[in-house]
């Protein structure tokens, strides 16, 4: 796919990239709920394919007013690639890397970080004052890829990943203009 994008992005800076194009017209792929908050936020069309991650789909905005109703005084941080109605409800949206950046340097009382779960037993180790109320949703493809299993696979090539030169190129060329922008 990289090979036949004009330019890749990750939720961190889609934002940024989308603004870059000046176009008023843009494809995105593979995330519509990530693509429809960026419409929302630039005001550019955004054409997506309507392919959602399976973690952020799951929550929703009934969930995070209970949440609210549950925990007062609760901050709560969404992921992008949530659906557009749970962005709405959040007091913050933005990648791993922004929420974490937020917990680093707010330090709220009390976090609920609406992403894989994973992501607060992380950050509760580095925020060790935040409270972190945990709604899971854990990414069972996320879980399959361990250090070990990486490990072995580079000691005895398996599931070697083969692609031809030419779209090799292509799609590098799609990563490096990301990296330009």
Request: proline residues 6%; aromatic residues 4%.
């Amino acid at each position: 796919m990289k090979a036949k994008s004009d330019i890749c992005c990750t939720s961190g800076i889609a934002r940024r990239i989308i603004e870059s194009l000046g176009s008023p017209r843009v494809i995105m792929l593979p995330d519509e709920y990530l693509a429809r908050n960026i419409a929302a936020e630039t005001g550019i069309e955004i054409i997506s394919w309507a392919g959602h991650c399976e973690v952020h789909e799951r929550f929703t905005a009934k969930e995070i007013r209970e949440l609210r109703e549950q925990h007062p005084v609760i901050v709560v941080l969404a992921h992008p690639e949530c659906p557009p109605e749970v962005v709405a409800e959040a007091d913050f949206a933005g990648s791993t890397a922004a929420m974490s950046d937020y917990v680093g340097t707010r330090k709220p009382a009390r976090v609920v970080l609406v992403t894989e779960c994973s992501m607060s037993d992380n950050l509760a180790v580095l925020n060790p004052k935040t409270e972190f109320v945990r709604p899971c949703n854990l990414c069972p493809h996320m879980k399959r890829i361990t250090l070990p299993k990486i490990r072995a696979s580079l000691e005895t090539l398996t599931h070697e990943v083969t692609i031809e030169a030419g779209v090799a190129a292509a799609a590098r060329a799609a990563v490096e203009r990301m990296l330009a922008t």
